[in-house]
């Protein structure tokens, strides 16, 4: 979508953090609180997503992913389009309960 020149986008961070010590465990809930206060939300296990309202203000958030990282962790980032997310398709076994509705998108002043 374009408004005004903003291409909105979504972020996914998809994570992978030893949790085998105590410090390990530790550096792992501090990834996930920087995420939580960047303003990401969690999708699935190890997957975490941010609504930005364009791709330069997806690339800040990004940043703050990399420099929030553990040493020893691994993260992959993919940035999407409204379009391209809302096109995303869920599959759930029959024990499943229904996925969560999307995060509620920014508005603009």
């Excluded at 995420?35 to 941010?50: A, C, E, H, P, T």
């Excluded at 609504?51 to 990004?62: F, K, L, Q, T």
């Excluded at 398709?89 to 509620?104: D, M, S, T």
Aim: hydrophobic share 45%; charged share 25%; net charge positive.
């Amino acid at each position: 979508m374009h408004l005004s020149g903003y291409r909105f986008m979504w972020i996914v961070a998809m994570f992978d953090l030893p949790v085998d010590t105590k410090a390990a465990r530790k550096a792992y809930a501090q990834f996930r609180k920087a995420l939580i206060k960047d303003g990401f939300q969690r999708m699935q296990y190890s997957v975490y997503i941010r609504h930005c309202p364009s791709e330069e203000n997806a690339a800040v958030h990004v940043q703050r992913v990399q420099a929030a990282l553990p040493d020893d962790g691994e993260v992959r980032i993919v940035t999407i389009t409204d379009k391209q997310f809302e096109r995303m398709r869920v599959f759930l076994g029959k024990a499943r309960r229904a996925p969560q509705k999307a995060p509620e998108q920014l508005a603009l002043f």
